[in-house]
Nanobody, 115 residues
Framework: QVQFVESGGGQVQPGGSLRLSCAAS????????MGWYRQAPGKQREFVAS???????NYADSVKGRFSIARGNVRNAMYLQMNSLKPEDTAVYYC?????????WGQGTQVTVSS
């Protein structure tokens, strides 16, 4: 059974930074395109960023220039460096393939940006 595990969330002040990590288990194949997603309270889950096996990246307009996605050295590992965080970045962050596969959603990691 494929499982994604996200970590690295926390509470930071506006303007702060966090680095999220993602690891996948239960799959031997390389997931070519992986992505980060987030869901804020009362809102639908939305796309944040994605990266292909070749390193091509794509970002939501709301995070361009502030967030940076990267693949890890371990198979199907991924990171999200988040800088200049804003209160509107507060959400539960998830990783998955891109496009996402319903059965692959993990528990996510909570990011709270507040003074």
């Amino acid at each position: 059974q494929v499982q994604f595990v996200e970590s690295g969330g926390g509470q930071v002040q506006p303007g702060g930074s966090l680095r999220l990590s993602c690891a996948a288990s239960g799959i031997s194949a390389i997931i070519y395109t992986m992505g980060w997603y987030r869901q804020a309270p009362g809102k639908q889950r939305e796309f944040v960023a994605s990266i292909t096996g070749g390193g091509m990246t794509n970002y939501a307009d709301s995070v361009k220039g502030r967030f940076s996605i990267a693949r890890g050295n371990v198979r199907n590992a991924m990171y999200l460096q988040m800088n200049s965080l804003k209160p509107e970045d507060t959400a539960v962050y998830y990783c998955n393939s891109a496009p996402p596969i319903r059965n692959y959603w993990g528990q996510g990691t909570q990011v709270t940006v507040s003074s």
